[in-house]
Nanobody, 123 residues
């Protein structure tokens, strides 16, 4: 069992930056691939980024590639998402999630989810 709690969301202007953090409970955090997803109002939840269990491999959605960076600290049971050059299209609730599957981008392969944190980018 893994419990996930996101933090760091907020309101930022276009071009600004935010750093989201996800804290995990449980001793098995380091055995999970960790992903970030987002869901804008009226839209389906979509993949943002994922990191492998060791942190050695990552994958990003094309829409955030080059602007967002995912990282993890297995000693602290945390996974972060650094977001730069934000634009209004990035406005959404951001969720972290845990998966046993390697670098999967589909929500169907994620077993555990946090409650989400709101990111709003003003124009």
């Amino acid at each position: 069992q893994v419990q996930l709690v996101e933090s760091g969301g907020g309101l930022v202007q276009t071009g600004g930056s935010l750093r989201l953090s996800c804290a995990a409970s449980g001793r098995t955090f380091s055995s999970y691939n960790m992903g970030w997803f987002r869901q804008a109002a009226g839209k389906e939840r979509e993949f943002v980024a994922v990191i492998s269990v060791t942190g050695g491999s990552t994958n990003y959605a094309d829409s955030v590639k080059g602007r967002f960076t995912i990282s993890r600290d297995n000693a602290k049971n945390t996974v972060d998402l650094e977001m730069n050059s934000l634009n209004p299209e990035d406005t959404a609730v951001y969720y972290c999630a845990a998966s046993r599957y390697y670098l999967f981008t589909s929500t169907s392969r994620y077993n555990y989810w946090g409650q989400g944190t709101q990111v709003t980018v003003s124009s």
